[in-house]
Protein backbone atom coordinates (compact mmCIF):
# COMPACT_ATOMS: atom_id res chain seq x y z
CA UNK A 1 0.00 0.00 0.00
CA UNK A 2 1.57 3.12 -0.95
CA UNK A 3 1.99 5.84 2.60
CA UNK A 4 -0.35 9.11 2.88
CA UNK A 5 0.90 11.52 1.00
CA UNK A 6 2.59 14.54 3.75
CA UNK A 7 1.04 17.29 3.00
CA UNK A 8 2.07 19.61 5.48
CA UNK A 9 6.12 18.90 4.75
CA UNK A 10 5.24 19.15 0.49
CA UNK A 11 3.33 22.04 1.05
CA UNK A 12 5.41 23.79 3.83
CA UNK A 13 1.81 23.47 6.20
CA UNK A 14 1.64 23.54 10.38
CA UNK A 15 -1.79 22.21 9.85
CA UNK A 16 -3.62 19.95 7.24
CA UNK A 17 -5.96 22.84 5.82
CA UNK A 18 -9.70 22.20 5.01
CA UNK A 19 -10.38 19.82 7.89
CA UNK A 20 -13.39 20.64 9.85
CA UNK A 21 -12.42 21.40 13.35
CA UNK A 22 -10.94 24.58 12.18
CA UNK A 23 -11.19 26.93 15.58
CA UNK A 24 -13.54 29.94 15.56
CA UNK A 25 -11.14 32.44 16.16
CA UNK A 26 -9.44 30.98 12.23
CA UNK A 27 -12.50 31.30 10.89
CA UNK A 28 -12.77 32.90 7.33
CA UNK A 29 -14.81 36.32 8.13
CA UNK A 30 -16.87 37.52 5.62
CA UNK A 31 -19.42 39.70 5.38
CA UNK A 32 -22.32 37.39 4.80
CA UNK A 33 -21.57 35.31 8.11
CA UNK A 34 -21.08 38.56 10.04
CA UNK A 35 -24.25 40.06 9.12
CA UNK A 36 -25.67 36.53 10.10
CA UNK A 37 -23.70 36.35 13.44
CA UNK A 38 -24.56 40.02 14.30
CA UNK A 39 -28.28 40.02 14.00
CA UNK A 40 -28.95 36.90 15.72
CA UNK A 41 -26.91 37.70 18.76
CA UNK A 42 -28.89 41.07 18.45
CA UNK A 43 -31.82 39.13 19.11
CA UNK A 44 -30.09 37.10 21.70
CA UNK A 45 -29.24 40.35 23.46
CA UNK A 46 -33.15 41.14 23.12
CA UNK A 47 -34.01 37.95 24.94
CA UNK A 48 -35.42 37.56 21.08
CA UNK A 49 -35.59 34.07 19.53
CA UNK A 50 -34.28 33.45 15.69
CA UNK A 51 -33.50 31.37 12.60
CA UNK A 52 -31.14 30.46 10.20
CA UNK A 53 -31.70 28.62 7.42
CA UNK A 54 -29.65 27.42 4.85
CA UNK A 55 -28.52 24.42 2.15
CA UNK A 56 -25.79 21.90 3.83
CA UNK A 57 -22.51 22.96 4.06
CA UNK A 58 -23.01 26.52 3.65
CA UNK A 59 -21.35 27.37 7.44
CA UNK A 60 -24.49 27.66 9.05
CA UNK A 61 -23.11 25.81 12.41
CA UNK A 62 -19.52 27.65 12.11
CA UNK A 63 -22.11 30.81 12.90
CA UNK A 64 -23.48 29.12 15.30
CA UNK A 65 -20.38 27.65 16.78
CA UNK A 66 -18.83 31.28 16.57
CA UNK A 67 -22.26 32.69 18.29
CA UNK A 68 -21.37 30.35 21.62
CA UNK A 69 -17.68 31.55 21.37
CA UNK A 70 -18.53 34.81 21.41
CA UNK A 71 -21.78 35.31 24.08
CA UNK A 72 -20.08 36.64 27.50
CA UNK A 73 -20.41 33.60 30.08
CA UNK A 74 -21.16 36.31 32.82
CA UNK A 75 -24.57 36.90 30.92
CA UNK A 76 -25.59 33.99 28.97
CA UNK A 77 -25.83 30.07 29.64
CA UNK A 78 -25.83 29.03 25.92
CA UNK A 79 -26.83 25.47 25.43
CA UNK A 80 -26.32 23.75 21.51
CA UNK A 81 -27.93 20.34 20.45
CA UNK A 82 -28.21 18.66 17.57
CA UNK A 83 -31.15 17.20 16.98
CA UNK A 84 -31.98 13.70 15.62
CA UNK A 85 -35.52 12.67 14.77
CA UNK A 86 -36.30 12.78 18.98
CA UNK A 87 -39.46 12.22 20.17
CA UNK A 88 -40.86 14.57 22.51
CA UNK A 89 -39.91 13.01 25.89
CA UNK A 90 -36.35 12.22 24.37
CA UNK A 91 -36.32 15.91 23.19
CA UNK A 92 -36.78 17.19 26.62
CA UNK A 93 -34.30 15.10 28.14
CA UNK A 94 -31.78 15.99 25.97
CA UNK A 95 -32.95 19.90 26.72
CA UNK A 96 -32.65 18.87 30.05
CA UNK A 97 -29.53 17.70 30.02
CA UNK A 98 -28.16 20.41 27.86
CA UNK A 99 -29.61 23.03 30.39
CA UNK A 100 -28.26 21.28 34.19
CA UNK A 101 -31.88 20.47 35.32
CA UNK A 102 -32.51 17.23 36.42
CA UNK A 103 -34.88 14.78 33.92
CA UNK A 104 -37.49 13.35 35.08
CA UNK A 105 -40.26 10.33 33.23
CA UNK A 106 -42.56 11.35 31.80
CA UNK A 107 -43.13 14.42 29.15
CA UNK A 108 -45.40 16.81 31.49
CA UNK A 109 -43.06 16.91 34.48
CA UNK A 110 -39.91 17.13 32.27
CA UNK A 111 -41.27 19.94 30.60
CA UNK A 112 -42.11 21.23 34.17
CA UNK A 113 -38.40 20.79 34.83
CA UNK A 114 -37.15 22.71 32.13
CA UNK A 115 -39.51 25.74 33.13
CA UNK A 116 -38.20 25.96 36.21
CA UNK A 117 -34.68 25.93 35.40
CA UNK A 118 -34.86 28.62 32.78
CA UNK A 119 -36.73 30.72 35.66
CA UNK A 120 -33.75 30.06 38.62
CA UNK A 121 -31.36 30.42 36.21
CA UNK A 122 -32.71 34.04 35.19
CA UNK A 123 -34.00 34.60 38.73
CA UNK A 124 -30.58 33.55 40.94
CA UNK A 125 -27.89 33.48 38.71
CA UNK A 126 -28.73 36.77 36.28
CA UNK A 127 -27.70 34.14 33.37
CA UNK A 128 -29.77 34.18 29.84
CA UNK A 129 -30.24 30.95 28.75
CA UNK A 130 -29.81 30.40 25.15
CA UNK A 131 -30.80 27.17 23.50
CA UNK A 132 -29.46 26.57 19.82
CA UNK A 133 -31.11 23.88 17.97
CA UNK A 134 -28.96 22.77 14.87
CA UNK A 135 -30.13 20.66 12.11
CA UNK A 136 -34.21 21.32 13.40
CA UNK A 137 -35.23 20.51 10.40
CA UNK A 138 -34.83 17.23 11.37
CA UNK A 139 -37.66 18.04 14.08
CA UNK A 140 -40.74 16.26 14.54
CA UNK A 141 -43.65 18.87 14.10
CA UNK A 142 -44.88 17.78 17.66
CA UNK A 143 -41.20 17.99 19.13
CA UNK A 144 -40.66 21.43 17.72
CA UNK A 145 -43.74 22.89 19.14
CA UNK A 146 -41.86 22.34 22.50
CA UNK A 147 -40.04 25.23 22.10
CA UNK A 148 -43.36 27.13 22.23
CA UNK A 149 -43.95 25.88 25.64
CA UNK A 150 -40.80 26.72 26.52
CA UNK A 151 -40.55 30.27 25.68
CA UNK A 152 -44.24 31.04 27.35
CA UNK A 153 -43.33 31.59 30.62
CA UNK A 154 -45.67 33.89 32.59
CA UNK A 155 -47.90 34.27 29.81
CA UNK A 156 -45.14 35.74 27.57
CA UNK A 157 -44.93 38.62 29.82
CA UNK A 158 -41.32 38.09 30.24
CA UNK A 159 -39.06 36.66 27.80
CA UNK A 160 -36.87 33.78 29.27
CA UNK A 161 -35.32 31.73 26.86
CA UNK A 162 -33.37 32.91 23.35
CA UNK A 163 -34.18 29.59 21.04
CA UNK A 164 -31.73 29.76 17.63
CA UNK A 165 -32.89 27.42 15.24
CA UNK A 166 -30.97 26.34 12.22
CA UNK A 167 -31.51 23.75 10.10
CA UNK A 168 -31.77 23.64 5.94
CA UNK A 169 -34.64 24.85 4.04
CA UNK A 170 -36.65 22.24 4.67
CA UNK A 171 -37.05 23.81 8.18
CA UNK A 172 -38.72 26.89 6.10
CA UNK A 173 -41.64 24.90 5.03
CA UNK A 174 -41.97 23.15 8.80
CA UNK A 175 -41.83 26.70 10.00
CA UNK A 176 -44.64 27.65 7.61
CA UNK A 177 -47.54 24.67 8.58
CA UNK A 178 -50.30 26.77 10.52
CA UNK A 179 -49.51 24.65 13.30
CA UNK A 180 -46.26 26.14 13.59
CA UNK A 181 -47.41 29.45 13.98
CA UNK A 182 -46.87 30.16 17.69
CA UNK A 183 -43.08 28.73 17.28
CA UNK A 184 -42.40 31.00 13.81
CA UNK A 185 -44.27 34.07 15.63
CA UNK A 186 -41.34 34.33 18.29
CA UNK A 187 -38.73 34.45 15.97
CA UNK A 188 -37.57 37.83 15.15
CA UNK A 189 -35.08 37.18 12.57
CA UNK A 190 -34.53 34.70 9.49
CA UNK A 191 -30.86 34.74 8.86
CA UNK A 192 -29.82 32.72 5.39
CA UNK A 193 -26.50 32.07 3.88
CA UNK A 194 -25.71 31.80 -0.05
CA UNK A 195 -23.12 29.83 -1.61
CA UNK A 196 -19.21 31.48 -2.55
CA UNK A 197 -18.81 33.28 -6.05
CA UNK A 198 -15.58 32.35 -7.87
CA UNK A 199 -13.64 34.99 -6.25
CA UNK A 200 -14.85 34.42 -2.92
CA UNK A 201 -14.02 30.72 -3.42
CA UNK A 202 -10.01 31.61 -4.04
CA UNK A 203 -10.08 33.74 -0.87
CA UNK A 204 -11.68 31.02 0.81
CA UNK A 205 -8.89 28.44 -0.36
CA UNK A 206 -6.37 31.30 -0.03
CA UNK A 207 -7.63 32.07 4.33
CA UNK A 208 -7.61 28.09 4.91
CA UNK A 209 -3.77 27.69 3.54
CA UNK A 210 -3.10 30.47 5.36
CA UNK A 211 -4.24 29.42 8.47
CA UNK A 212 -2.78 26.29 7.99
CA UNK A 213 0.72 27.81 8.17
CA UNK A 214 1.13 28.50 4.09
CA UNK A 215 0.77 31.97 2.53
CA UNK A 216 2.05 31.15 -0.96
CA UNK A 217 0.12 30.48 -3.28
CA UNK A 218 -0.75 26.88 -3.97
CA UNK A 219 -3.41 26.17 -6.40
CA UNK A 220 -2.91 27.81 -10.21
CA UNK A 221 -5.66 30.39 -11.45
CA UNK A 222 -6.92 27.60 -13.79
CA UNK A 223 -7.42 25.16 -10.63
CA UNK A 224 -9.76 27.79 -8.95
CA UNK A 225 -11.99 27.08 -12.20
CA UNK A 226 -12.41 23.53 -11.93
CA UNK A 227 -12.66 23.85 -7.94
CA UNK A 228 -15.70 26.84 -8.98
CA UNK A 229 -17.20 24.68 -11.51
CA UNK A 230 -17.18 21.07 -9.58
CA UNK A 231 -18.66 22.94 -6.18
CA UNK A 232 -20.43 25.66 -7.42
CA UNK A 233 -19.09 27.13 -4.23
CA UNK A 234 -20.34 25.08 -1.94
CA UNK A 235 -17.63 25.43 1.48
CA UNK A 236 -18.22 21.90 2.49
CA UNK A 237 -17.28 20.91 -0.97
CA UNK A 238 -14.44 23.10 -1.60
CA UNK A 239 -13.26 21.51 1.84
CA UNK A 240 -12.84 18.38 0.24
CA UNK A 241 -12.06 18.31 -3.51
CA UNK A 242 -9.05 21.17 -2.23
CA UNK A 243 -7.87 18.52 0.45
CA UNK A 244 -8.37 15.42 -2.56
CA UNK A 245 -6.57 18.32 -4.89
CA UNK A 246 -3.75 18.79 -2.78
CA UNK A 247 -2.87 14.97 -2.31
CA UNK A 248 -2.94 14.29 -5.95
CA UNK A 249 -0.47 17.18 -6.66
CA UNK A 250 2.12 16.22 -3.78
CA UNK A 251 1.70 12.05 -4.86
CA UNK A 252 3.00 13.49 -8.42
CA UNK A 253 5.53 15.86 -6.18
CA UNK A 254 4.10 19.14 -7.87
CA UNK A 255 4.64 22.01 -6.26
CA UNK A 256 1.85 23.58 -7.23
CA UNK A 257 -2.50 22.29 -7.26
CA UNK A 258 -3.46 22.59 -11.24
CA UNK A 259 -6.79 22.53 -12.64
CA UNK A 260 -5.91 18.35 -14.21
CA UNK A 261 -5.47 17.62 -10.25
CA UNK A 262 -8.50 19.21 -9.09
CA UNK A 263 -9.96 17.30 -11.99
CA UNK A 264 -8.74 13.55 -10.95
CA UNK A 265 -9.18 14.57 -7.03
CA UNK A 266 -12.91 15.27 -8.36
CA UNK A 267 -13.43 11.80 -9.61
CA UNK A 268 -11.91 9.92 -6.61
CA UNK A 269 -14.35 12.53 -4.18
CA UNK A 270 -17.27 12.48 -6.03
CA UNK A 271 -16.94 9.08 -8.17
N1 LIG B 1 -16.41 31.02 8.21
C1 LIG B 1 -15.75 29.90 7.91
N2 LIG B 1 -14.39 29.90 7.88
C2 LIG B 1 -13.70 28.79 7.56
N3 LIG B 1 -14.26 27.61 7.27
C3 LIG B 1 -15.62 27.53 7.30
C4 LIG B 1 -16.43 28.66 7.63
N4 LIG B 1 -17.72 28.29 7.58
C5 LIG B 1 -17.72 26.99 7.24
N5 LIG B 1 -16.46 26.53 7.07
C6 LIG B 1 -16.05 25.19 6.62
O1 LIG B 1 -17.11 24.63 5.88
C7 LIG B 1 -17.53 23.40 6.45
C8 LIG B 1 -19.05 23.33 6.41
O2 LIG B 1 -19.57 24.32 7.29
P1 LIG B 1 -20.73 24.00 8.35
O3 LIG B 1 -20.53 22.65 8.97
O4 LIG B 1 -20.83 25.17 9.25
O5 LIG B 1 -21.98 23.92 7.35
P2 LIG B 1 -23.52 23.71 7.68
O6 LIG B 1 -24.25 24.78 6.93
O7 LIG B 1 -23.72 23.64 9.15
O8 LIG B 1 -23.84 22.31 7.00
P3 LIG B 1 -24.94 21.18 7.42
O9 LIG B 1 -26.30 21.74 7.03
O10 LIG B 1 -24.59 19.98 6.61
O11 LIG B 1 -24.80 20.95 8.90
C9 LIG B 1 -16.95 23.37 7.87
O12 LIG B 1 -16.60 22.06 8.24
C10 LIG B 1 -15.72 24.25 7.78
O13 LIG B 1 -14.61 23.47 7.39
MG1 LIG C 1 -24.32 22.13 10.40
Redesign the pocket.
Known amino acids: MSKPPNLRSHFGLTHVP?????A?K?????PQ?DEAFDAIKNAVERRQSASLI?????????????LKDRLPEARFRTHYIKVTDLSKRDFCRELCQACGAQTAATYGSLVRRLQERMESLVAQDSLRPVLIV??A?DMRPDVLAILRVLTNFEMDSRLVVSIIL???PPLRGLLKRADMEAVSRRIVYFAS?RTLTRQEVCD?VA??LY?GGCDRKVFVDDAFDAVFEATQG???A??RLCLRAMEVACNKQAAHVSCDHVIEARQTVWP
Open positions: FTREITDRWTHYAAAGLGKTMVLRTDEHCGQLYHRVNLRID
